[in-house]
């Protein structure tokens, strides 16, 4: 009878140790001033196009901020170059990433991660890490991935989150650099220690913090996924615009981006899109080349919640022509100018040889 008493007792504080365990291995890493980031560099923050930026942009120690305009930063947020702004988001970037990376780990990762769907825990990779095709994360609770080295994701790929999965509780802790790749879809924020790119295309539902390199933009759209979650009911649910200039002629890959409510959502438009361009419901992405004309039209998004919760927008997408299409007109016409010319001249040259 002692003997089962004893291992009753040794069973339930095995059990309260365990819990206590977990608690902690997924508790929210404090982000600070962070939380009003989006984007945030040690050195420069460096854009091409129209990408569109949903919170902060910020530079310290460095204070080179270079391709706003044509980029744009909305949702009440605002560029901060070396000010103190900025500073002290770095110190609170020192500390998040310090303490993401000390966490308990709860289980090892490696490799690519794309095809599996992983739960709410702390995921270490002693090396580096790649995103290929869709990695779902699923349920409440934090998720933070342990970094050794780089972070890579492929071209067109996904992190998609369901069952109360939410952007803001996601954290990725980066060794040294990440790279987001072309028109791939990324959630969480991620906290490197070196640089942050995202090339052409690519659409961030989170944060991109770098401590000392810089953070690079190509035709992005990066939104602030608020502070993280960690009781009581959901965010309330909004949805963001995707990019508005496009070109006649050339690719266009942007998304709807939807925050708050509860994951995984559903995406519709009300009216048309420019010719020439789709929109995927599940994922809110918008593709394709555009043949020509400006659009405005109304998005939706539809959340998981019982019952689910609805939320609008009005957006535009302008057509501009391509400059590819406007250099062969323009060439044309200086060369018919030059020829013209040309042959005025030799023309008076020799009727001067003449006299």
């Known amino acids: 009878m002692k003997t089962t008493q004893r291992l009753k007792k040794l069973s339930l504080l095995f059990l309260g140790v365990a819990f206590s365990y977990c608690l902690r291995a997924q508790s929210a890493v404090p982000l600070g001033s962070d939380v009003t980031y989006t984007v ?117 790929s996904h992190v998609v989150l369901i069952g109360g999965a939410r952007a803001a509780n996601i954290f990725w802790q980066v060794g040294s650099s990440a790279t987001l790749g072309t028109t791939s879809t990324f959630s969480g924020t991620i906290l490197a220690q070196a640089s942050v790119t995202l090339t052409t295309g690519a659409v961030l539902d989170g944060r991109a913090l770098a401590r000392t390199g810089a953070v690079t933009l190509d035709h992005n759209t990066g939104v602030n996924p608020g502070a993280e979650v960690v009781s009581g009911p959901p965010p309330t649910l909004s949805i963001t615009c995707p990019v508005g200039a496009a070109q006649v002629g050339q690719p266009y890959n942007s998304s709807l981006v939807a925050t708050g409510g509860t994951p995984p959502y559903t995406f519709s438009i009300v009216g048309a899109l420019p010719p020439g361009l789709i929109l995927d419901t599940a994922s809110g992405a918008i593709t394709g080349t555009p043949t020509g004309g400006a659009a405005t039209f109304t998005v939706t998004v539809v959340d998981s919640e019982g019952p689910p919760v609805t939320a609008t927008n009005t957006c535009t997408i302008t057509n501009a022509a391509s400059s590819s299409q406007d250099v062969p007109t323009l060439s044309t016409w200086a060369l018919g100018l030059l020829a013209l010319s040309l042959v005025t001249y030799a023309m008076g040259s020799r009727r001067k040889r003449h006299v």
């Open 40 to 156: 945030l560099a040690g050195s420069t923050v460096t854009n091409t196009g129209p990408t569109i930026i949903f919170g902060n942009v910020g530079v310290s120690p460095g204070t080179a901020v270079t391709g706003f305009p044509p980029g744009a930063v909305t949702g009440g947020g605002a560029l901060h170059a070396a000010d103190g702004s900025a500073g002290q988001a770095q110190i609170d970037l020192t500390t998040a990433y310090l303490n993401a990376a000390g966490q308990a780990a709860t289980a090892t990762v490696s490799g690519d991660l794309g095809g599996q769907t992983l739960t709410s825990g702390v995921y270490k990779s002693t090396s580096s890490l790649g995103i290929t095709g869709t990695l779902t994360l699923s349920g409440p609770g934090f998720f933070i991935f342990q970094i050794g080295t780089a972070l890579t994701t492929a071209s067109g």
